[in-house]
């Protein structure tokens, strides 16, 4: 995910703004679902996402969503000793739309599935202004958006994947909400490890690195648990959170 300063997520809350002042955010859309209000503004060009007044993430860089998905790829290729082709992936929130995006650009994914819970994300993508990201993701026949919750969907599914790819958080440390926590728990990663094919590799998006969330893995029967760091301007890297589950 990106922020005006940095390639990951912000440190501190930010709230919309409605002046029309060309340094000022605009809110272009707001609306309360079942998880509470999310919005999305502009800012200058960019466009961001808010949630419960919460920066999320914006357009202006994209550089931790696209290696998300590059390292879980690459992840794969270790993992089973060979150059990976018609793999499948399922990424978990769609954003800003960088990931998916990213992912539809590499022929080698055979199938690409989304998983948002906010009809409202969705919309901004499929008639709003984030089309112009995720337009060329969003026709690809490879391709399908799920409107649903990424932990009901990891429970219920019988699809399973090669590569799981979560940035749905600021991280297993800072959850966007309090029920998010479950994904990280034994019982979370236990669904993500029934969702995944023997050698298939979990990957998860963080603001800073969790070594207790890394042990986590491993007491969860991941191996080659590790973490790639994704450099900041200023603080602690961010970085993606890489496990395999055993073939």
Request: aromatic content about 4%.
């Given at each position: 995910m990106s922020t005006p300063d940095q390639p990951g997520h912000p440190q501190q809350p930010q709230h919309p703004d409605q002046s029309d002042h060309p340094d000022h955010p605009v809110t272009v859309d707001r609306r309360t679902g079942p998880y509470g209000e999310v919005a999305l503004r502009r800012h200058g060009e960019r466009y961001e996402i808010i949630a419960n007044g919460c920066f999320l993430m914006d357009t202006s860089d994209g550089r931790s969503e696209r290696l998300l998905i590059d390292a879980a790829l690459n992840a794969l290729d270790r993992a089973r000793g060979a150059r990976t082709t018609g793999a499948s992936v399922l990424i978990g929130g769609l954003g800003v739309g960088f990931s998916f995006a990213h992912a539809a650009a590499e022929p080698r994914w055979g199938r690409i599935a989304v998983v948002e819970r906010e009809e409202a994300i969705i919309d901004w993508h499929r008639s709003g202004p984030l089309k112009?990201?995720?337009?060329?993701?969003?026709d690809d026949?490879?391709?399908?958006?799920?409107?649903?919750?990424?932990?009901?969907?990891?429970?219920t599914t019988t699809h399973r994947y090669d590569a799981l790819c979560l940035d749905i958080d600021n991280g297993p440390d800072w959850t966007v909400t309090d029920d998010n926590g479950a994904l990280y728990s034994p019982a979370g990663l236990a669904a993500c490890q029934r969702r995944l094919t023997p050698g298939g590799v979990l990957?998860?998006?963080?603001?800073?690195?969790?070594?207790?969330?890394?042990?986590?893995l491993r007491n969860a029967g991941f191996t080659q648990v590790r973490a790639e760091?994704?450099?900041?301007?200023?603080?602690?890297?961010d970085v993606v959170h890489l496990a395999v589950r055993p073939a």
């Open positions: 112009a990201i995720s337009r060329d993701a969003q026949p490879r391709s399908v958006i799920l409107h649903t919750d990424l932990i009901e969907h990891l429970r990957a998860v998006w963080s603001a800073q690195p969790s070594a207790a969330f890394e042990e986590t760091e994704i450099p900041v301007a200023r603080g602690v890297p």
